[in-house]
T-cell receptor, first 115, second 115 residues
């Protein structure tokens, strides 16, 4: 399987600021997704990152709060805007490759704490 | 409605024993995939095993096997010969082709392997 990296791995941010998380894959992928995992909870899909077009957001998530870019087949960013303590979570990107059995793999995650 | 149900919030198993983690799912799609992931305390999501709805044989990956009972809509994970390093959260997830390929996760089961 390919290598998926995320930057930063963790951060502590002040409320009202924004943080951009990067997800990089070392081979081309068909699908990229962003998930949020709040403390002690399961994973919730934020959006599907579409290459060359606007992301597709799930109910409860909006572009102004979580803008996403995907300029090519190996890279995507998620920005958490105007942060509040409720945004403290692990943010994970996942990818699905162009060939094979459509298994999905996750990056190592970004652990965000908002104070 | 909950699409993935994991009824065991916590499980204990002794080292070298086998353990079964339960997962039931709800879908009206004919084509879907079922996944199991391991999440240690570090927060990364480690892909363990995948079962496609059309796969006739139960999936196996080393010490992991998936007991797939389609008529009962269950996809239980069996870990054989448990090791101390297996202590982690385990998540069952489903991808429905009709729902855009993103994963829908259960609430997870915390597994503790004791010496």
């Amino acid at each position: 399987s390919a290598v998926i990296s995320q930057k930063p791995s963790r951060d502590i941010c002040q409320r009202g600021t924004s943080l951009t998380i990067q997800c990089q894959v070392d081979s081309q992928v068909t699908m990229m997704f962003w998930y949020r995992q709040q403390p002690g909870q399961s994973l919730t899909l934020i959006a599907t990152a579409n290459q060359g077009s606007e992301a597709t957001y799930e109910s409860g998530f909006v572009i102004d709060k979580f803008p996403i870019s995907r300029p090519n087949l190996t890279f995507s960013t998620l920005t958490v805007s105007n942060m509040s303590p409720e945004d403290s979570s692990i943010y994970l990107c996942s990818v699905e490759f162009t060939s094979g059995r459509r298994e999905q793999y996750f990056g190592p995650g970004t652990r965000l704490t908002v104070t | 409605a909950q699409k993935i149900t994991q009824t065991q919030p916590g499980m204990f198993v002794q080292e070298k024993e086998a353990v079964t983690l339960d997962c039931t799912y709800d879908t009206s799609d004919q084509s879907y995939g079922l996944f199991w992931y391991k999440q240690p305390s570090s927060g990364e999501m480690i892909f363990l095993i995948y079962q496609g709805s059309y796969d006739e044989q139960n999936a196996t990956e080393g010490r992991y096997s998936l007991n797939f009972q389609k008529a009962r809509k269950s996809a239980n994970l069996v870990i054989s010969a448990s090791q101390l390093g297996d202590s982690a959260m385990y998540f069952c997830a489903m991808r429905e082709v009709g729902a855009g390929y993103a994963l829908n996760f259960g609430k997870g089961t915390s597994l503790l392997v004791t010496p």
